[in-house]
């Protein structure tokens, strides 16, 4: 069994930073795509970035030029730089990994940002 576990939320002002860490543990052997999604309060979870295994990445319009999304591949583990921070980034930050040929989650870490 697969398990992911997300690290580095909390509480910020706006324009400050953070470092949001998902490390997957268990039998791996193969990974794919890596991703970190994200869901406001009465707002449906949405694509925050994505990161295939060749280091491609894909961002939402909303974050472009303030994330950064980046994994290491030997210790499975993806990461998101939060630069910039906006109190609509307000959210609980989702990890997800394509592993074993499977889509797994983590449990979230919550991202607030003060105005």
């Known amino acids: 069994q697969v398990q992911l576990v997300e690290s580095g939320g909390g509480l910020v002002q706006a324009g400050g930073s953070l470092r949001l860490s998902c490390a997957a543990s268990?039998?791996?052997?193969?990974?794919?795509?890596m991703g970190w999604y994200r869901q406001a309060p009465g707002k449906q979870r949405e694509l925050v970035a994505t990161i295939t295994s060749g280091g491609s990445t894909n961002y939402a319009d909303s974050v472009k030029g303030r994330f950064t999304i980046f994994r290491d591949n030997a210790n499975v583990m993806v990461y998101l730089q939060l630069n910039s921070l906006k109190p609509e980034d307000t959210a609980v930050y989702y990890c997800n990994m394509h592993i074993n040929r499977m889509d797994y989650w983590g449990k979230g870490t919550l991202v607030t940002v003060s105005s």
């Open positions: 268990g039998i791996i052997f193969s990974t794919d795509v």
